[in-house]
Structures are given as structure tokens and as C-alpha cells.
């Protein structure tokens, strides 16, 4: 308030605005060492994520893939449209195989894709070494399932199999070959364009 020379008062009045925050804080998902990111508000301006590895993205929903087993630090800053900012961190602890780039079984001994990525047909070359009961489906980024690809019991040998997502009204994006024979569990990067 300020005095004027006559005595009397005047008042300044000014609005001010209070933005909200953005939230911060974020889920994983693990496959051994990779780790898909949701963050609980996937709408906002920009994400910066730092994976504890030296390694960092800025989309909302990463995946990555850690080289080795350890706890990892992983921090999350976000900003919302207003201009406002917000952090959080947790300690991630990932081990086993590196899921998009795992080591083969002894019974799975080749496994390739091609031509990857793809705008139609994916090729499915796989090698086992006797006969197993084989899964391959695809998954998102979630480990939602998007497609069963093959169950079957099959021989030893080399197999192939052509796969089409266009015909299983699949969306662009990277996903996840997942081939399992018996309990061993292999997993490759399938990036699918239009």
C-alpha cells in the first residue's frame, strides 16, 4: 500500500498466474536388461530421460537396452506447456540376457530377420538343433501381444517363416520378435514402416 501526500491510500493490484506442474513420475517395464519407460502423463511438451548408463533419449515412452547387469539411477525431467518443470528418479535394477540383442540357446542356434526395417514382409530365419515346441509372437513396447506369428512343434533344422503386419492391421512402430523354444526366451528389434 502506498501513502499519498493528502493522506490517502493507494492500492495496485497485479493477477498473477500459478501454472501447474507436470507429473513426473514413471513406471518400467523389464525384459532381463531392457527396459521400456511410461511415464504417467504421456501428453506433455518434452521429455528428457537419463538412464544412470551415460545414455539418454527425449521421446515420452523409450525402450532401452542396458549392457550389463547393475542398479541403475534413471531420471525423468518434464516439461509442460507452460514452461514449467518437473524431475523424478529411481533406482532400476535390471539382469540376464539383453533382450533385443540376448546370446543364443544350444538349442537355438541362428536366428536372423530381414530385411528389418520393413514396409511389408519380414523373413523369420531361425536354426534349432532338435525338436522343440516354438512360439513367436510380436509385442509393443508395452509387452502387450500384437500377433501370434507361430506355435508349433518343429524339427531339427532351419526354418523360415514370412511374416506380414499389414495383414494383422499392425501400426508402425518398433516392436519386439519374441521366439520361444520350450522356456528359452529370445527377443530381437522388429521396426515396421509404412
Not at 502423463?41 to 530421460?49: A, G, L, R, V
Not at 550389463?68 to 507452460?82: E, F, H, I, P, R
Not at 506355435?151 to 512402430?173: A, D, R, V, W
Amino acid at each position: 500500500m502506498k501513502t499519498l501526500a493528502e493522506g490517502r491510500a493507494s492500492t495496485l493490484k497485479k493477477a498473477i498466474a500459478v501454472l501447474p506442474l507436470p507429473l513426473a513420475s514413471f513406471s518400467e517395464t523389464k525384459l532381463y536388461r531392457t527396459v521400456s519407460f511410461h511415464p504417467v502423463d504421456s501428453t506433455e511438451t518434452s521429455y528428457i530421460w537419463l538412464f544412470g548408463d551415460g545414455t539418454s533419449a527425449s521421446i515420452a515412452k523409450p525402450v532401452h537396452t542396458y549392457s550389463k547387469d547393475s542398479t541403475y539411477l534413471v531420471t525423468l525431467k518434464v516439461t509442460n506447456a507452460g514452461g514449467c518443470t518437473a524431475t523424478d528418479t529411481a533406482s532400476v535394477t535390471v539382469y540376464g540376457k539383453s533382450g533385443v540383442n540376448p546370446e543364443l540357446s544350444d538349442i537355438l542356434t541362428d536366428l536372423k530377420i530381414y530385411p528389418n526395417p520393413s514396409g511389408s514382409i519380414f523373413n523369420i530365419v531361425f536354426s534349432i538343433t532338435e525338436m522343440r515346441q516354438v512360439a513367436i509372437c510380436l509385442e509393443d513396447v508395452t509387452g502387450k501381444i500384437v500377433a501370434n506369428i507361430a506355435e508349433k512343434e518343429m524339427s531339427q533344422g532351419e526354418h523360415q517363416i514370412q511374416f506380414n503386419p499389414g495383414e494383422n492391421n499392425i501400426s508402425t512402430g518398433i516392436y519386439l520378435l519374441k521366439l520361444t523354444v520350450d522356456q528359452d526366451i529370445t527377443i530381437r528389434k522388429l521396426i515396421y514402416l509404412k
